[in-house]
């Protein structure tokens, strides 16, 4: 006998109302429905988690462990926080379901396209076999350009997510780019 899994999600809306039917429409003992008024970072949480989703099926492609795993989330939070809040979301955000939530379940499961895609390339394929064994849309792959993009543009430092651009679009081959990461410069965690 199969039990129903339990979901939770989040909108976000700065109209209470609609939030109230929304949460009044689809909130039952399966399904729970959060609330936030922040568009922007409830959106850049969702599109951004896909970069770091790449770059833990990289990781796994190339046969890393645990460890590499928490790390990937841990500071790529970090950076989707940081870059999230330079474009407008809140810092608190990016901690709840749209954030840390949906990170941990797209860098963790094996049915992320995203993360499946970052595997292949991991294992040596190139962008387009990726695309082509995978058949459906890999979001990270233009969310990595756009980021990149914004990130010069806002003067920040995104080491996890310049690797994963060097690595897709710069030829830089992912064994490479895990051993920049690991001798950049020491400094405090932030």
Same mark, same amino acid.
């Given at each position: ?35 936030? *008024?922040?568009?922007? #970072? ?14 833990? &099926?990289?990781?796994? #492609?190339? #046969?890393? #462990? ?68 995978? &058949? ?18 806002? *003067? ?13 679009? *710069? ?7 895990? *051993? ?11």
């Amino acid at each position: 006998m199969s039990i129903a899994i339990p979901t939770v999600l989040v909108i976000a809306s700065h109209d209470e109302e609609l939030k109230k039917l929304v949460q009044d429409t689809f909130m039952n003992e399966h399904i729970r429905i959060y609330t936030s *008024n922040d568009i922007k #970072g409830v959106e850049l949480g969702g599109a951004l988690k896909n970069i770091i989703a790449f770059c833990s &099926g990289v990781a796994a #492609g190339l #046969g890393c #462990g645990d460890n590499t795993f928490a790390a990937l989330i841990t500071r790529g939070l970090t950076e989707i926080k940081k870059l999230g809040v330079a474009l407008g979301g809140e810092k608190e955000t990016f901690y709840g379901l749209s954030g840390l939530g949906d990170l941990i379940v797209t860098c963790l499961s094996e049915h992320s396209r995203n993360r499946r895609a970052g595997f292949l390339i991991g294992q040596g394929k190139s962008i387009e076999e990726a695309k082509k064994e995978i &058949g459906m849309t890999i979001e990270s792959i233009d969310n990595i350009q756009v980021a990149k993009r914004l990130s010069d543009n806002l *003067n920040l430092k995104l080491p996890i997510l310049n690797a994963a651009y060097d690595v897709l679009y *710069n030829n830089l081959k992912p064994k490479d780019a895990i *051993n920049i990461l690991m001798t950049r410069d020491k400094k405090d965690e932030d």
